[in-house]
């Protein structure tokens, strides 16, 4: 029988996780069914109950209910843990584990696919909501020589750096972080660019790589990067990488990201 695999979200129409694993599924020759489910606001737990009762044997979760299915997990991995959001699920005899692939993607998109270390970089993320708090311990993890993390609500980062302080160099604060200072490596990890709202600009180090975790889109961030003359990139390739990641942990077989990555670049283009 074809196991069955979701994504949860609201909303959901778009989400690119349905293609990227039935890319993955017939690239390694796995008999398995992904769909993407629109889960109501007030009930996602009802609907992922659902799912497990008719025969759901993982899902991906994403906004907004990545922080509700860390509170539904019955097992939590470490990177769950440290992430305090799941957005990979997997139902099995240990009832719901929760696991977070996005930190993890991150990190191979920078070191696999776009040739950048993150080691003894200077790091600059913008943001400390859901989507910050996934990456930090990960980057920490390469041993830059600094991660700053500036947020608009200053107090949010400085207690998300007071959480990872005893895992490597890190400071948060607000946007004056930014001043007197150039980053080898800036992580847009707001939701400032869906809404098209301009965030304070950094100072591009020599070299230096803006990364935007929004894909498809020109953001204020990235217009600003390339005014700059900084080498730019967008989200596409974590969101690739996290997916991967969460197919070899239901599937014990890890998928090639390059010709998914391509193919999904080449229909935007079209
Ligand atoms: P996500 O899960 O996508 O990270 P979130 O938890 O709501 O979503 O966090 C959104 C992040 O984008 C926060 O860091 C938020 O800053 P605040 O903590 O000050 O709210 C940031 N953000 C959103 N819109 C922004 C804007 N117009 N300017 C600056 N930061 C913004």
């Known amino acids: 029988m074809t196991d069955r ?37 007030d009930d996602f737990a009802g609907a992922l109950r659902g799912f497990i009762a008719t025969g759901g044997r993982g899902a991906n979760v994403t906004v907004p209910f990545k922080e509700q299915a860390y ?15 799941v957005n990979t699920l997997s139902f099995g005899g240990d009832g719901i584990v929760g696991d977070n692939t996005d930190g993890a993607g991150l990190v191979r998109d920078l070191t696999v696919n776009l040739g950048v270390d993150p080691g003894g970089r200077r790091i600059l993320l913008l943001g400390a909501g859901g989507a910050a708090r996934g990456v930090v311990l990960p980057l920490l993890e390469q041993k830059p020589a600094a991660l700053f993390i500036a947020n608009r609500t200053a107090d949010k980062a ?16 607000g946007f004056e972080l ?11 990890a707001t939701s400032a660019g869906l809404t098209g709202a301009v965030l304070p600009a950094p100072t591009f180090a020599a070299d230096a790589l803006a990364y935007e975790m929004v894909y498809g889109r020109m953001t204020p961030f990235l217009r600003q990067a390339q005014a700059a003359c900084a080498r730019t ?3 596409l390739g974590m969101l690739v990488e996290q997916a991967a990641e969460a197919f070899l ?15 999904l670049r080449a229909i935007r283009q079209a």
């Open 233 to 235: 990139v967008d989200g």
């Open 71 to 85: 509170r539904l997990a019955d097992v939590r991995t470490p990177r769950a843990e440290a992430a305090g959001a």
């Open 249 to 263: 942990l239901w599937r014990g077989v890890r998928p090639q990201t390059a010709p998914v990555l391509a193919a």
């Open 178 to 188: 930014l001043d007197a200072r150039a980053f080898d490596l800036v992580i847009n």
């Open 158 to 173: 400085r207690q998300l750096a007071a959480r990872f302080a005893a895992q490597g160099r890190i400071q948060g604060g």
């Open 5 to 41: 695999y979701a994504v949860f979200g609201n909303p959901i129409g778009h989400s690119l996780s349905p293609r990227i694993h039935a890319l993955f599924a017939a690239q390694c020759g796995e008999d398995l069914s992904y769909e993407a489910i629109l889960a109501p606001l």
